[in-house]
């Protein structure tokens, strides 16, 4: 038997995978029961020379003869895919001679919302399949410069990326179709960035938060993290893995260099943070910590940052004091009680928890934050 490709983030019991199965054996005529847009639109213009069609209606071709010419495609074709993207309303024939019956193919409202589908493939094949440089540029008419079309939030005007969004269900959503998807997305673990594959480690988050407080060379951060510097006392993070964590932040795209540090020493490369870095960083030093153990390190290192930046960190301290509650009281109050070493463990839980709220309330009433 043929081998199954399967989506590997979906296992075979969700919707969602039902509805987006492909297999060696199988090859789909339609996406009409497939409840994405992604699919609907792919099912309209998803064939290559309808795509090429429609590009070409953007810069004005308007006649069979003019289409066949530029993409030296079969008149059967040609007609084939005229005739389905008027049935769909992507364009309209309208009438330019009656003897014999000419028609012009002209783009529909519906035709002109693929111009951004347009750009983007446009866009990205100048980018990673232009090496020559683009073979078409697009000039905004109003002010007459070339342009890069870039999508921006309709709320707040912020640039858009995929690292800038989060997928959610709409209205439209069938239940059970997002599922897996939507927790997959939506749910990160807060020691996750959601640009890498693994688990963002203590180092990289504290050279993000650095970077995204004040650009930096991977020298100056180290100074900061040494035994004697003003994080290395908490956390000492050595001169390499310093390096290895800016390496890991450039690949996910959250830094960027900056400049070279001018002078006659050495040409040290200085970094700053993406938009998505900037964003990533505010999570994470908002997010409290998930384990008593982690107090020591992580909420001290993001504590100092916040101190370093002239923060109030009341707000953190109360959602720790929030997410510590409930951990603190299941181990007050265990279901059994153990013996052995068990009995041990469950002690040195009991204090650690009970040593952690009580630091908590001590630096609420530092910070004025209420105690519950």
Not at 114 to 123: D, E, G, S, T
Not at 318 to 333: E, F, G, T
């Amino acid at each position: 038997m043929p081998r199954k490709l399967l989506h590997g983030t979906h296992s075979k019991s969700s919707a969602f995978y039902n509805a987006t199965f492909y297999a060696w054996f199988v090859r789909r005529t339609s996406f009409e029961d497939v409840s994405c847009s992604v699919a609907q639109c792919l099912d309209v213009v998803g064939e290559w020379w309808s795509l090429l069609i429609i590009r070409d209606a953007f810069v004005g071709v308007r006649r069979f003869d003019d289409f066949q010419a530029r993409l030296g495609i079969s008149r059967n074709i040609l007609t084939q895919r005229l005739n389905r993207l008027v049935d769909t309303e992507i364009l309209r024939r309208v009438p330019y001679q009656d003897h014999p019956p000419r028609y012009e193919y002209r783009l529909t409202g519906k035709g002109r919302d693929l111009w951004h589908v347009v750009m983007a493939m446009r866009q990205w094949g100048d980018r990673w399949a232009a090496p020559g440089g683009p073979p078409l540029e697009t000039r905004h008419t109003a002010c007459g410069h070339i342009v890069t079309v870039v999508p921006t939030c309709s709320h707040c005007g912020e640039p858009l990326d995929a690292r800038s969004v989060t997928a959610v269900p709409g209205p439209g959503a069938p239940d059970g179709h997002f599922g897996l998807v939507a927790r997959q997305l939506t749910c990160a673990p807060t020691g996750y960035s959601l640009f890498m594959e693994v688990p963002m480690a203590l180092p990289e988050w504290t050279v993000l938060v650095l970077l995204s407080q004040r650009p930096a060379h991977g020298f100056a951060v180290s100074q900061l993290t040494a035994p004697e510097g003003e994080l290395g006392r908490i956390w000492r993070i050595p001169r390499p893995v310093v390096y290895r964590a800016i390496g890991r932040l450039l690949e996910a795209g959250l830094i960027t260099p900056e400049s070279v540090e001018p002078g006659l020493g050495p040409q040290r490369t200085i970094y700053t943070v993406t938009g998505e870095g900037r964003r990533e960083a505010e999570r994470w030093l908002g997010t409290p910590v998930e384990h008593v153990r982690d107090i020591r390190s992580h909420l001290l290192i993001k504590l100092a940052l916040l101190h370093r930046a002239d923060r109030d960190p009341a707000e953190l301290i109360k959602r720790q004091r929030a997410a510590l509650d409930p951990i603190a009281r299941a181990v007050q109050a265990p279901s059994t009680e153990p013996d052995g070493f068990d009995a041990i463990l469950l002690a040195w839980r009991r204090a650690t928890a009970a040593a952690a709220l009580g630091f908590l309330d001590d630096v609420a009433g530092r910070t004025g934050v209420e105690r519950p």
